[in-house]
């Protein structure tokens, strides 16, 4: 037995001495890098975080994050008391003790652990050892992977204990740590499941957050609210067992229930159309900071904050706007197209072509409802390819800001721009046309033929009214011709003005539509962006200036505070006269008032002063309304992705398809003091007289109209159009030469 006892004895000490060895020899090649370089204590005590760019709307709310890691950083100040408890008492309860490691927690781990099979006994990694794993990983090192990686952080952390202070360290800490969803830090993770500050938890919400850390898939309390709920209430044991908290507390706390306020800016972004553009115009203002072109920022990595032009209440407004609309209107379509001959050719190409599986499973994707339903794999490119899309561009006329971007129904399904894209414009592009024809010596009270034309040079084409209307013994006065969107006065308009004047004044509104010298060009075959038409629209409601380009930063700040950049000057230039963009207003006043668009009016009972504009394109593939104030230009596309996709009728037009989403937009701002005060504001400083407009919509052609007109011109000698605001040379023609002269155009027709 002695012989056995002595035996065993010499060969646990040979095991122990030959353990104290090798790790020895581990130990040294560890802390002489063989293993890879360890970080010196100068580069510890210089760690800097990544951290998130944070997007914010013009009231300081944010709108969206650019990052690697979806971080923001906070100070020592901003973290509550029991969330620091709650931590030391939940994964180092020792912290305050030891020195980076704790030889207590290894024993535990050797004895409970490894060898009584213990799980539950916790394990040996400090705050500190953590916090080195979250800063700089594990790399693999075959079966040598957990000593030398547990070794490593061992030596780093007693390093990072020699220069950084036990605060520096939790804070540290708190600010790395991930929470699971592409979150660190607990100042995001606060956000995301609370929605709000994390200096604002109290104790319950910060024991879930301590809680999600052991596990933050299991113990998410979003996917698993049961999880969180229990391991909140270890959490709290935990604080009590360490004296942070009363019996009373305890039990009191225990009894309250998981609540979160969960908000995901990347799931659900309130402006992601927006704040995707946004990057490009940050990245482009960065690098023109720096002398050299290249940005000494990163924007995913260095923490500034954007603070832009976004109006989030118009930006929600819109957004709700458009889903009524299309979520009515969807309806209507796809009963429209539900036996077509378009859906059905498209299945059989589909499913015959493509060899696509006839199996339906539930499907995500976009729904106006949110509700998933089951699909083939035809469905739902059908679905997509049958949908009604919608863009709404709001802009502050004056400086160029945007006030609220919407590029299309849903950003993360859908995230193609529709802002950008450029449709067919249709009548939408009228005032541009009618502008080029008052800037060439025309007035509101010339008079346009409104006959049925065959245009034989153009291929025999034959424009019509979009009621189907014509006269021959009749005029139309040039403003009732815009009012109403009338197409047989434009073309007559177009040949009397010219398509040098046009594509000239085109080119002053920066529309960059190639052009070809076609009459079909003023009313509207050419494509245009939202974009381009509402910054186009700008010049009316800003006295004839056309803004350099649309605004969406105000100002950027680095992660300390100290702004970079600052917008002060919004630049604009004179591209026509005041008083030819107070006609147009007026003309498209009248065009709310009593024309195309007046159902803003009477469906939504909008009392501001407004002028707009609809369009409707060919066959009914694109609707479009554009409406402003001096202080808001609002501009609407309605359409599928592609324009084979349409309404047979009426339903398709712009002041029954597009009109409603700025109507509902314009009942909010109406319903809304604050917002009246700030986009109603009305025309007071633009020319608005009715004298602008004093002569009748028709003149009757032959003897008897020849007499009135006449005798209206008389009586218009001395009240002018111009209002003292004449142009040089032949535009300072009198109303009564004009008569002669166009009397004698009517005589050649």
Request: hydrophobic residues 35%.
């Amino acid at each position: 037995m002695k012989r056995v006892l002595k035996f065993l004895f010499k060969a646990s000490l040979i095991i122990l001495l030959t353990g104290a060895i090798a790790f020895s020899i581990l130990f040294g090649a560890v802390y002489i890098g063989v293993f890879g370089a360890l970080p010196t204590t100068e580069e510890l005590s210089t760690i800097d975080n990544e951290e998130a760019s944070l997007v914010m709307a013009s009231n300081g709310s944010i709108i969206g994050k650019y990052f690697a890691e979806n971080r923001t950083n906070v100070s020592w100040d901003d973290i509550p008391e029991q969330l620091i408890n709650a931590l030391v008492a939940t994964e180092d309860k020792r912290f305050y003790l030891h020195e980076g490691y704790d030889s207590r927690s290894y024993l535990r781990v050797f004895f409970k652990t490894i060898l009584l099979g213990d799980k539950n006994s916790g394990g040996g990694s400090t705050l500190t050892q953590q916090l080195i794993k979250n800063l700089y990983g594990r790399n693999h090192h075959s079966y040598l992977s957990m000593p030398v990686n547990k070794i490593k952080e061992a030596i780093i952390a007693t390093r990072m204990e020699d220069v950084l202070t036990k605060q520096q360290i939790l804070l540290l800490y708190l600010n790395s740590v991930p929470f699971g969803e592409n979150v660190y830090g607990v100042e995001a993770a606060s956000m995301r499941f609370y929605g709000k500050h994390c200096k604002q938890l109290n104790t319950q919400e910060a024991a879930v957050l301590v809680g999600i850390l052991k596990a933050n898939t299991y113990y998410n309390p979003r996917l698993y609210p049961k999880n969180a709920l229990k391991r909140r209430n270890h959490v709290l044991v935990l604080m009590h067992n360490e004296g942070y908290l009363s019996e009373n507390e305890l039990t009191r706390l225990k009894n309250i229930p998981l609540n979160i306020s969960y908000s995901n800016y990347q799931k659900e972004p309130p402006a992601g159309y927006f704040v995707y553009q946004l990057k490009n115009r940050v990245k482009k203002i960065l690098e023109e900071l720096a002398p050299d072109g290249y940005s000494d920022y990163d924007i995913e990595k260095d923490g500034l904050k954007i603070y832009t032009t976004l109006d989030i209440n118009l930006q929600k407004d819109a957004q709700k706007a458009a889903k009524k609309q299309l979520s009515k209107m969807q309806i209507k379509l796809d009963n429209e197209l539900k036996n077509s001959s378009l859906k059905k050719v498209y299945y059989k190409e589909m499913t015959s072509k493509n060899h696509l599986s006839n199996e339906k499973i539930s499907r995500d994707v976009f729904t106006w409802d949110n509700k998933s339903s089951n699909m083939t794999i035809t469905d739902s490119l059908w679905h997509y390819y049958s949908m009604l899309n919608a863009a709404v561009l709001a802009t502050e006329p004056e400086s160029g800001k945007v006030l609220a971007w919407v590029g299309g129904n849903n950003y993360r399904y859908l995230p193609f721009d529709l802002i950008l894209t450029k449709r067919q414009i249709a009548s939408t592009i009228k005032p541009l046309i009618y502008a080029a024809a008052l800037n060439d010596n025309m007035t509101p009270c010339d008079y346009l033929g409104n006959e049925l034309v065959e245009y034989k040079e153009y291929g025999g084409w034959t424009p019509q009214n979009y009621d189907n209307s014509s006269s021959n013994d009749t005029l139309i006065s040039l403003w009732y011709s815009l009012a109403n969107s009338l197409n047989l006065p434009t073309m007559d308009l177009y040949f009397k003005t010219g398509y040098d004047e046009i594509s000239d004044m085109l080119e002053r509104f920066d529309i960059n539509t190639p052009l070809i010298e076609t009459p079909s060009i003023a009313l509207g075959s050419i494509d245009v962006s939202l974009y381009e038409i509402v910054k186009a629209y700008g010049v009316f409601a800003n006295n004839g200036n056309l803004s350099s380009d649309l605004i969406m930063v105000e100002k950027i700040t680095d992660s300390k505070g100290d702004i970079i950049y600052e917008n002060k000057n919004y630049t604009s230039k004179k591209i026509i006269n005041e008083n030819l963009s107070d006609q147009i207003t007026h003309i498209l006043k009248h065009a709310v008032n009593e024309g195309t668009g007046k159902t803003i009016r009477t469906r939504f009972g909008i009392d501001a002063e407004l002028a707009g504009k609809t369009g409707t394109a060919q066959n009914y593939s694109n609707a479009w309304f554009v409406s402003y104030t001096p202080e808001i230009v609002l501009g609407i596309w309605v359409g599928a992705m592609t324009p084979e996709v349409h309404f047979r009728g009426g339903l398709g037009s712009g002041s029954v398809l597009a009109l409603p989403i700025a109507g509902n937009i314009f009942a909010d701002i109406q319903s809304n003091a604050a917002m009246s005060r700030t986009y109603f504001k009305g025309f007071d400083h633009i020319y608005t007289k009715e004298e602008i407009i004093s002569c009748d919509p028709f003149f009757e052609k032959g003897l008897s109209g020849v007499i009135n007109r006449f005798t209206n011109n008389l009586k218009e000698e001395n009240t002018p159009i111009d209002r003292g605001k004449k142009d040089d040379g032949d535009k300072n023609k009198s109303r009564f030469r004009k008569f002669f002269d166009n009397l004698f155009k009517d005589k050649d027709k």
